[in-house]
């Protein structure tokens, strides 16, 4: 089992552009999550999805949106890119919804230039 | 609102000393604890939560309601301790709040030899 698995691993965006991050949760999962984590603090919820609908949302604007398919797969997308929005993106399962045993992937880091 | 806090952003101490890592919590419901670690080169991972009861690598850590403080504590430090650890609460089994988890900014532990 590999886990969680994200991509791109690293990725350098200009300001305005707009990003895609994707992720796989780990087998068996069927919920998933994405945090935001800046240089030197803690992850930052963004949202989950579950059934294939976004089930909470955290304290981030509109230009976040996110995705889960059928697979359980799931995207961040982050339009219009701020230099704030560089940050290690996080990707998370877990087996039920209202489980907090996270099973967290290695992240994908955007810098936006 | 949800917020959790670390005070100590490092701690440094010797093999074989004990080590206690503060984290103090609001929230106006029933929260779960959680600690989360990650060590170098390795992806964010569940150390332990409130619920389990658990020692897990010599560690415990004990929900005071009064305090509202969730302490991680190990009576003997090892070299392979020192890593980043993250305390972090959700709502307690309210399965429509999902696993919303609230992360506070994180505690850098250095264990010397």
């Known amino acids: 089992d590999a886990g969680v698995t994200q991509s791109p691993t690293h990725l350098i965006k200009t300001r305005g552009q707009q990003v895609t991050l994707r992720c796989s949760p780990k087998?068996?999962?069927?919920?998933v999550s994405w945090y935001q984590q800046a240089l030197g603090q803690g992850p930052q919820f963004i949202f989950q999805?579950?059934?294939?609908?976004?089930?909470q949302r955290g304290n981030f604007p509109d230009r976040f949106s996110g995705h889960q398919f059928p697979n359980y797969s799931s995207e961040l997308n982050v339009n219009a890119l701020l230099l704030g929005d560089s940050a290690l993106y996080l990707c998370?399962?877990?087996?039920?919804?209202?489980?907090?045993?996270?099973?967290f992937g290695e992240g994908s880091r955007l810098t936006v230039l | 609102a949800q917020r959790v806090t670390q005070p100590e952003k490092l701690l440094s101490v010797f093999k074989g000393a004990p080590v206690e890592l503060k984290c103090n919590y609001s929230?106006?419901?029933?929260?779960?604890l959680f600690w989360y670690v990650q060590y170098s080169r390795q992806r964010l991972q569940l150390l332990l939560r409130?619920?389990s009861r658990e020692s897990i690598k010599g560690f415990t850590a004990d929900l005071n309601k009064g305090e509202t403080s969730f302490h991680l504590k190990k009576p003997f430090a090892q070299e392979e301790d020192s890593a980043m650890y993250y305390c972090?609460?959700?709502?307690?089994?309210?399965?429509?709040?999902?696993?919303?988890?609230?992360f506070g900014g994180g505690t850098r532990v250095l264990v010397k030899p």
């Open positions: 998370a399962s877990s087996l039920k919804l209202a489980d907090g045993e996270l099973f």
């Open positions: 087998s068996g999962h069927d919920t």
């Open positions: 999805y579950y059934e294939e609908e976004e089930r």
């Open positions: 929230y106006s419901g029933s929260p779960e």
């Open positions: 409130h619920i």
């Open positions: 972090a609460l959700s709502p307690l089994m309210i399965k429509a709040a999902g696993n919303k988890l609230t």
